[in-house]
DNA sequence: CTGGATCCTCAATGATACTG
DNA sequence: CAGTATCATTGAGGATCCAG
């Protein structure tokens, strides 16, 4: 109670940063299912680069989001999972991820209308 | 249908890029009870400056989940609002801003260990 | 006075290549 | 396989200036 992240010095505002951060969504989606290695991340959320992954996974983890269990083989494995917080996490980031799939019609849409005045009715006053 | 947020060349990566977008979170539940003039936003989202504000405002307004209404008046005002697409973004995007004044001690606490490595009992491989 | 636009700086992000 | 190292690019942030 108390925390408010429209105040600049919440730290709610901090951890709103860190949600937010680029990649933290898909790292949280792709582990829905359960853990995976560093390589099947990659593959899985394509177009990260494992320079940013990595940065991404070291975050969550210090956040406790993930859980990371190195399994000192040879060949190297290591496996990523969601921690009880992260899986909390995990129901309000799955319905911005569906919220995006859903609404890309409109946004394009939208976006496409903002670029072509297209036969405004009239009237309107200056948009 | 189709949309996959994990395919690096599906239009709903855009989507949850802007949706991601640093301020895009705070504007949209700071106008969850009506429109307001920039002012007001500036002063409600603390700690933003007016430039990043005007940006996230002009490209919120183009992806169709911002309405702007200048009303053309000495001396000037202009509101902004939630069009239906954007307070259907805000269903998930309030879940994710209480997730966040919710979550704010897990995350200090995990962070503080992580630091930390205090009396671990013993016996966990290296986590 | 309100609602910006501009210029500059720097931190986060990304591409590419290479290593334990 | 699981990352690092290096360099280029982008975007956020701060300060200042401008127009109605």
Redesign the interface.
């Known amino acids: 109670m108390g925390?408010?992240?429209?105040?600049?010095?919440c730290?709610?505002?901090v951890?709103?940063?860190?949600?937010?951060?680029?990649w933290t969504?898909?790292v949280v989606?792709?582990l829905e299912d359960g853990p995976l290695r560093f390589t099947a991340l990659v593959a899985?959320?394509?177009?990260v680069t494992p320079k940013v992954l990595t940065e991404t996974l070291r975050t969550m983890?210090?956040?406790?989001?993930l859980?990371?269990?190195?399994y000192?083989e040879q060949p190297p494995r290591v496996e990523y999972g969601l921690t009880d917080?992260g899986r909390?996490?995990l129901?309000?980031?799955r319905?911005?991820?569906?919220?995006?799939?859903?609404?890309?019609p409109?946004?394009?849409?939208?976006?496409e209308?903002?670029?072509n005045p297209v036969s405004r009715p009239e009237s309107e006053?200056?948009?």
């Open positions: 925390y408010n992240v429209m105040s600049a010095t730290p709610s505002r951890v709103l940063h860190r949600i937010g951060a680029r969504v898909f989606n792709a899985r959320i394509q177009g983890q210090e956040d406790g989001l859980t990371r269990v190195d000192a917080l909390s996490l129901v309000p980031l319905a911005v991820r569906e919220w995006a799939e859903a609404h890309v409109d946004i394009l849409d939208a976006r209308r903002a670029r006053p200056t948009r």
